[in-house]
């Protein structure tokens, strides 16, 4: 089974700053890989995915990742942040050959944007 | 378009009593069903799925239970809640086919057992 690593459990980020959250992946042949936020008290939302084609995914509210697959990994970067950005991320990965349905989740990525 | 509904969204509960948090998907057939729980300060952590009607997996060994009556219902329980089964409960759906594994996930249910 996949397993995910991120690698900050905490980011604390000034307004208008640059973020980006670190996520590696046990080594497949192929991957599908995600990136989800979740607001306080919220279900998750997905942020944007990588299933095949371009290396670099864009998302919705500004952010993008890039899938690098000699260094398993699927970072997640926004050049500007807001307030509103402050949220918890998670990375998460699935393996379409294995065909069990389920995805593999990261500890999740603590995003404070400060004024 | 699809949507996932769960209820109740806040339950403070005694030790001992039981469980019952609902969760119904709408605008899809056949979906993949998934309760999920963050403990405090922790990651998601998958308790039950289930890829059909009364088909249903477990994935630890826990206190708590999980029906499937309808297709797209997902149901929740427990018998006799323990303090540790606080946290936050998460119903979500993937689709049935041609499954990349994408989640939709629910609002959520807070459960506090006291």
């Known amino acids: 089974a996949q397993s995910v690593t991120q690698l900050d459990s905490q980011v604390p980020v000034f307004e208008e700053a640059p973020v980006e959250l670190r996520c590696n992946y046990s080594?497949?042949?192929?991957?599908?890989l995600f990136w989800y936020v979740q607001y306080p008290n919220q279900g998750l939302q997905l942020l944007l995915k990588?299933?095949?084609?371009?290396?670099l995914v864009k998302g919705i509210n500004g952010f993008e990742a890039e899938f690098n697959k000699s260094q398993t990994s699927f970072h997640l970067r926004k050049p500007s942040v807001h307030i509103s950005d402050t949220a918890e991320y998670f990375c998460?990965?699935?393996?379409?050959?294995?065909?069990?349905?389920?995805?593999?989740f990261g500890a999740g990525t603590t995003v404070t944007v400060r004024a | 378009s699809q949507t996932i509904h769960q209820w109740p969204a806040t339950l403070v509960q005694p030790v001992g009593s039981p469980l019952s948090l609902e969760c119904t998907v709408e605008g899809t057939s056949n979906p993949n069903l998934y309760w999920y729980r963050q403990a405090a300060g922790r990651g998601l952590q998958l308790l039950f799925y289930?890829?059909?009607?009364?088909?249903i997996s477990s994935e630890v060994p826990q206190n708590l239970s999980a029906s499937r009556p309808q297709d797209r219902q997902f149901i929740l329980s427990s018998k006799k809640l323990l303090l540790s089964d606080s946290g936050f409960y998460l119903c979500a759906w993937s689709v049935g086919l041609a499954n990349t594994g994408e989640l939709f996930f629910g609002e959520g249910s807070r459960l506090t057992v006291l």
């Open positions: 998460a990965v699935s393996d379409p050959i294995s065909n069990d349905y389920k995805l593999s």
């Open positions: 080594s497949s042949v192929s991957v599908y």
């Open positions: 289930s890829v059909g009607i009364g088909q």
């Open positions: 990588y299933l095949s084609g371009s290396t």
